[in-house]
Nanobody, 127 residues
Framework: QVQLQESGGGLVQAGGSLRLSCTTS????????IGWFRQAPGKEREFVAG????????FYAESVRGRFTISRANAENLVNLQMNSLKPEDTAVYYC????????????????????WGQGTQVTVSS
């Protein structure tokens, strides 16, 4: 069992930055890959970024590659998503989610493969 809690959302102007954090809990949380997803009103939930259980492998959607950076500190049960050069189209509710995968596996981009979710945090980018 893994519990997740997001924090760090808010309102920012286009071109600005935000850092989202996902705090995990549970004895085996370090055995899970963590993904960040987002969902804008009227749109499907989409994969944003992911990180393997040790933090050694990272994965990004093409729309955020070069602007967002995912990292994790297992000793602190923390996964961060640094978001730079934000655009209005980045506006959405952002969720972190956990999936059990070994280190060598690519993390899935399909939200339904993730078994544990946080409640989400709103990110709004104004133009």
């Amino acid at each position: 069992q893994v519990q997740l809690q997001e924090s760090g959302g808010g309102l920012v102007q286009a071109g600005g930055s935000l850092r989202l954090s996902c705090t995990t809990s549970g004895r085996t949380s370090s055995n899970y890959g963590i993904g960040w997803f987002r969902q804008a009103p009227g749109k499907e939930r989409e994969f944003v970024a992911g990180i393997s259980r040790s933090g050694g492998r990272t994965f990004y959607a093409e729309s955020v590659r070069g602007r967002f950076t995912i990292s994790r500190a297992n000793a602190e049960n923390l996964v961060n998503l640094q978001m730079n050069s934000l655009k209005p189209e980045d506006t959405a509710v952002y969720y972190c989610a956990a999936v059990r995968r070994v280190e060598s596996e690519v993390l899935p981009e399909t939200w339904s493969e993730y078994g544990y979710w946080g409640q989400g945090t709103q990110v709004t980018v104004s133009s």
